[in-house]
Structures are given as structure tokens and as C-alpha cells.
């Protein structure tokens, strides 16, 4: 009753303050005119599905096993929504392993049983005899009897996708893969905006030589084909999960810096600034507690394309075998595996993680646009 209390009595001072004709603060402004921008909120709900996926993770993939890695060559593209029959039978070694539901969650969990694909099944005695599925026709697989304590169950489980050529469940390495672009584009930004916006403001703040001289290290970067960047760091850090994280930070810093740069030279001389110098503030206080703040729009702009910027990019380097390496699923690295399907009857193994590349970025690209137009003020 407290908390309905309070949101009602701010929802009425809000709508009173509408009514009074009073001016709204800037942030709930830019927010009213964001969320007029159909197509910036159905990107942001977009993303924020691929994050909770991405988050979640093994707890809602069909696969639960690290990294999706479960492989049943006998069922080697599937088209989507086939099923299968799985025998799962004891396994001393992985049935006494229980990992926490962060763990689960994080890493995915071995299979406690073995689950062997069958086509048929029948009760004998106190034994279950079974005839392995093969994917020919006719089946022609090898009947075995074990058994009824060593069954655990007789599932029939639905490849909503289908598999790939290794037997895995493509839904779940999609699901999966979202987990490496979401990371390396958050983490490759984190790293961008820490050296690009304290580039950008110490060039500008001081000016001078020391603008001359970032300049020169901007435009030796600006100069360099960001792909060839990326491949070289990645060559020098080698070949993983983090070296790719770090080589493609690395190389999106530039444009960060020169567009902090511009936007402080246009507010340092303001008389806030000025103030802020005659009574004596470090000047760290003035550049990151008076001028950033005040340019932290046009960051979080250019932050959002060079998000979708830098997931293209990780793609690319998947692509080419020299970013995130198997078995860990990547969109990228997917569309390299399966790209030979194009031709065939089976092009949307290529397609499918294709698909999701180009919906992420579209989406980052979108947003972007409304929190720019949001936060124009000279717009209507």
C-alpha cells in the first residue's frame, strides 16, 4: 500500500505539472520523446531479450552441456522441429556431480546419463532391448538389451531448429553464441570509452602539445584498416575468449576520442568552467565531474554503434578461425561452419546465426538513431 501511495501521489504531481504548463527536466523529456520512437523501444526490447538469454544461458537451452557441445553424429541435420528417441542409461561418473545453479548457469552441466538415440524400444522380462538409430533407411541399427535398472527414461525430445553437422542442437549454440557477442561488444565498449573519452578530454583540455601529440597517435590509429588492427593485436595476444575481448577494445577508442575532443573544445571555455578553475578545483573535478557529464549524450551515441560495430567484428574474426575458438559457440564462427550448406537443402544452418547477427546490429543501430534524436534538443 506504501509503495502505491507514493507512485500515485508522483504520478499526480506529474500530471499536475503537466496541467500547470511547467517545464519537465531534460531527462524526462528525452525519455517522453524516446519512447514516441516506435522503433528505438522495439530495439531496446529486442536487445534486452538477447541479454536475458544471453544471462540465463544453460539454464534455458534445450542443451544443457558446456558450451552445447552434446553431439549425436547419427542425427547430423535434422531439419527444424524433428524428433528423436533417447535410452538415457546410467552413468556412475557424471550422476554424482551437482553444480550450484550459478555454476549451471555460467558453465551448463554434464548429462547425469548417457542418452544413446534409438528408433525402437521393447519391455523383455526385466530388460529393455532397443535398436540403435542409425539415420539410414532402412534403419538396419544394432539391437541391445540392458537391463530396466540401468534406464533412467525413454524421452522423445524436439530439435525445434534442427542440428548441425556435428549432431548439436542449433538452438542451443544460437542461444549460446548470443553470450559471446553480448560480451565482447559490452566489454570491447568498456574499453573503448575508458581510453577514448580520457584521451579525447586531456587533448582537449590542455591543448597544446599534448593535443598535438594525441592527435598524431589518433590519426597513426585512424590511418590503420580497423579489421588489420584487430587481426594483428589478436596474432599478438593469440588466439581466445578474452584476446578478443581486448583486440577489439583496442581499436575502437579513435572515434570515441576525437568526438569527446570536439565537444570539450566547445565547453571549456564555457563560464561554468571558468568558475570552476578560479576557485581552485583539481582538474580532474572540472573534466570529469563538469565537462563530461554534459557530453555524455553524444558517448552514448556513438557508444551504441561501435556495440554493433564491434559484434560484426568479433563475427568477422570467428569467421576467418582466429577469434573465439571451438567448441565455445559463436554466430561467426557457425556461419563458417555451415556456409557449404548455402547451396544445399539446408541453407538455414548458415542462415539462422546469420540472421541473428544482422537483427542485433540492426537493433544496437536503431537505438542509437532514437537516443540521438531523443537527446537533440533542437529537434522538435
Known amino acids: 500500500m506504501l509503495l502505491r501511495d507514493i507512485f500515485s501521489r ?52 534445450p542443451d544443457h552441456t558446456p558450451d552445447c557441445n552434446q553431439q549425436y553424429l547419427e542425427l547430423a541435420t535434422m531439419k527444424p522441429f524433428s524428433k528423436a528417441t533417447f535410452i538415457c542409461l546410467r552413468n556412475d561418473e557424471t550422476s554424482a556431480k551437482h553444480p550450484n545453479l550459478f555454476k549451471r548457469m555460467v558453465k551448463g552441466e554434464p548429462l547425469p546419463y548417457s542418452a544413446i538415440p534409438i528408433y525402437s524400444h521393447e519391455t523383455v522380462g526385466d530388460g529393455v532391448r532397443y535398436e540403435a538409430f542409425t539415420g539410414s533407411t532402412p534403419n538396419d541399427g544394432e539391437v541391445k538389451t540392458c537391463h530396466k535398472d540401468e534406464v533412467v527414461k525413454i524421452k522423445t525430445r524436439t530439435f525445434v531448429l534442427g542440428t548441425d553437422a556435428y549432431g548439436r542442437d542449433l538452438l542451443s ?45 589518433i590519426n597513426v590509429v585512424w590511418s590503420i584498416p580497423t579489421v588489420l588492427l584487430v587481426i594483428a593485436i589478436t596474432f599478438a595476444l593469440g588466439k581466445g575468449f578474452w584476446q578478443v575481448f581486448v583486440a577489439v577494445g583496442l581499436t575502437m577508442w579513435v572515434d570515441i576520442a576525437r568526438v569527446v575532443r570536439g565537444q570539450v573544445f566547445s565547453i571549456k571555455e ?57 567448441p565455445t559457440p559463436s554466430w561467426g564462427a557457425m556461419v563458417k561452419e555451415n556456409y557449404g550448406y548455402i547451396l544445399l537443402d539446408n541453407a538455414y544452418l548458415a542462415l539462422l546465426p546469420g540472421l541473428a547477427i544482422m537483427i542485433i546490429v540492426l537493433a544496437f543501430m536503431l537505438l542509437g538513431n532514437g537516443i540521438r534524436d531523443a537527446l537533440d534538443i533542437k529537434g522538435k
Open 270 to 326: 564555457k563560464e561554468y568552467v571558468e568558475a570552476t578553475r578560479a576557485l581552485g578545483f583539481s582538474t580532474f573535478r572540472t573534466i570529469f565531474h563538469h565537462i563530461l557529464p554534459n557530453i555524455v549524450g553524444s558517448v552514448i551515441v556513438i557508444a551504441a554503434s561501435n556495440f554493433a560495430s564491434a559484434i560484426l567484428l568479433e563475427a568477422g574474426l570467428s569467421f576467418l578461425g582466429i577469434g573465439v575458438q571451438p
Open 10 to 61: 508522483k504520478n499526480k504531481t506529474f500530471l499536475k505539472r503537466q496541467a500547470e504548463g511547467a517545464p519537465l527536466s531534460p531527462s524526462r523529456l528525452a525519455w517522453q520523446r524516446f519512447r514516441r520512437n516506435h522503433l528505438a523501444v522495439a530495439s531496446l526490447v529486442v536487445i534486452a531479450l538477447f541479454a536475458l538469454v544471453a544471462i540465463l544461458g544453460y539454464l534455458i537451452t
Open 173 to 217: 549454440q544460437i542461444m549460446i553464441g548470443s553470450r559471446v557477442s553480448l560480451s565482447v561488444g559490452f566489454i570491447a565498449i568498456v574499453i573503448a570509452l575508458l581510453i577514448g573519452i580520457t584521451l579525447g578530454a586531456v587533448a582537449a583540455y590542455y591543448g597544446r602539445w599534448v593535443d598535438n601529440l594525441i592527435m598524431w597517435l
